[in-house]
């Protein structure tokens, strides 16, 4: 318990910590001013949800692999963090977009495939509600979050190749892209307490899940009784 | 070998299951007939706007038929509780899904065929000139879409609301199939035909990939 608490005041310090460096340390932007600052807590969070589903899938596979509910109760936590992170990156986005841009939504690579990502896993909770046994659950939900997670990259590919008007990337993108130094600190920093706080908030879940299960059994048991 | 003959027998048992009563057929060409008709009521295209749009919305009829298409595939098997029966008689369970995937890749180019003339009718544009391209094109795209498909009716097949289930698992993954073909199609159908390599090949690695994957993991959507 003490542990938890330890890890939970962390976060919530680091995260206090990346908005006053995104505020306060972050030089302002020249060309978009002070709404730019948004954009430290959007890509961190958009780093952590994709770390967030990057677990999800390495736990199917294990699910799949060795069959123990532990793995699925990682799947689902992960899964709905990566979702609330990817939700905030959805919301966030726009917010920046329209004054900088003039518009709420393009569909560009990022964007659409960001958005695609969200109803992905959206659907995998969803079939996750609708069936009841708990082991086929597990195993059918473990084997379509594999095929939305290798579904990811194609979907990228093809938005990126396919469908034009993006803005090239900040971050390892080609020429004349880049970011100045103390803006860079600053959003690795931020990414990392989106991360830590990705990671305290899958590790809290994953207990609530785990005494769902437990429940579950000694309802069972007493029921059987 | 087995797997071959294993496939090709199974194969044979799909594609006379349907042919007897070719409900599935009939039932397919219909509904993309009306939703191309429904489409080009929703938005009344010119001559113009049809070559940029109209392949979008052939494609998008396609995606929507497959969804209802691919839904009986395992459920079917589910009446006669047939699926155990299934498993027992082939060595290898990767069979069962190739043999359904052939054949709704067969099925689905059927229904195709069928459409295309009364699409180019209807929008207005010429697709003879092209029509081998196209045919590669739609012979990629609806395999990509019955190898994902296969898979996901497996999975819906043993939840609830399993009828609305499918499309909404389905679509979302099928986004990249329906983007590339689309857009090689729109470039194989204008005034100036460009046949986009990339695309076709794009469309081939979505294939290998999901086929891949099924083979990998397919014999676990069957577990009992």
Not at chain 2, 204 to 221: K, M, Q, S
Request: glycine letters at 4%.
């Amino acid at each position: 318990m003490a542990k938890r608490i330890v890890l939970g005041a962390v976060a919530i310090l680091l995260v206090i910590a990346a908005a006053y460096a995104s505020f306060y340390i972050a030089p302002t932007e020249r060309t978009m001013g002070l709404i730019q600052r948004i954009f430290y807590f959007h890509v961190g969070s958009a780093w952590a949800g994709m770390d967030a589903f990057l677990v999800c899938f390495i736990a199917n596979l294990l699910y799949v692999w060795r069959r123990q509910p532990k793995y699925d109760w990682l799947g689902v936590s992960s899964a709905e963090v990566g979702l609330v992170l990817t939700t905030v990156v959805l919301i966030t986005g726009p917010i920046w977009a329209h004054p900088v841009w003039g518009i709420w939504w393009t569909w560009d690579a990022r964007l659409t495939s960001t958005f695609v990502l969200w109803l992905l896993y959206v659907s995998y909770l969803l079939l996750r509600t609708l069936i009841e046994d708990q082991d086929r659950r597990a195993l059918l939900s473990s084997l379509f979050g594999i095929f939305a997670f290798l579904d990811v990259p194609l979907v990228f590919g093809a938005i990126r190749w396919w469908r034009t008007q993006h803005p090239s990337p900040v971050i390892m993108g080609g020429q004349g892209s880049g970011l100045d130094p103390t803006m860079r600190k600053v959003l690795f920093f931020s990414a990392l307490a989106m991360n830590f706080l990705a990671a305290f908030l899958i590790v809290e879940r994953y207990i609530l899940e785990k005494t769902k299960s437990e429940v579950d059994i000694l309802q069972r048991e007493a029921e059987a009784q | 070998m087995s797997l071959l003959s294993n496939t090709a027998t199974l194969l044979g048992k799909e594609l006379r299951t349907e042919f007897r009563s070719r409900e599935l057929l009939t039932t397919t060409v219909v509904f993309i007939l009306v939703v191309l008709i429904l489409f080009s009521f929703a938005i009344s295209p010119t001559a113009e706007e049809s070559r940029e749009f109209g392949p979008g919305l052939l494609w998008l009829a396609i995606l929507f038929a497959a969804s209802l298409m691919l839904q009986p595939c395992f459920l079917r098997e589910q009446t006669n509780d047939t699926l155990s029966s299934l498993r027992l008689a082939v060595t290898d369970p990767f069979s069962i899904f190739l043999a359904k995937l052939i054949a709704n890749t067969l099925f689905l180019l059927l229904t195709e065929v069928l459409m295309l003339p009364l699409f180019a009718v209807f929008y207005n544009i010429p697709i003879l000139p092209q029509l081998h391209y196209l045919l590669l094109v739609l012979f990629l795209g609806s395999l990509g879409i019955s190898i994902a498909g296969t898979a996901l009716s497996a999975i819906s097949a043993q939840a609830r609301m399993r009828e609305l289930l499918l499309p909404l698992l389905l679509l979302p993954l099928l986004t990249p199939i329906l983007v590339v073909s689309a857009t090689v199609s729109v470039s194989l159908l204008d005034r100036e035909p460009v046949v986009l390599w990339k695309g076709m090949a794009f469309l081939a690695i979505f294939d290998l990939v999901f086929l891949t994957a099924l083979w990998l993991f397919g014999e676990y959507l069957l577990e009992e």
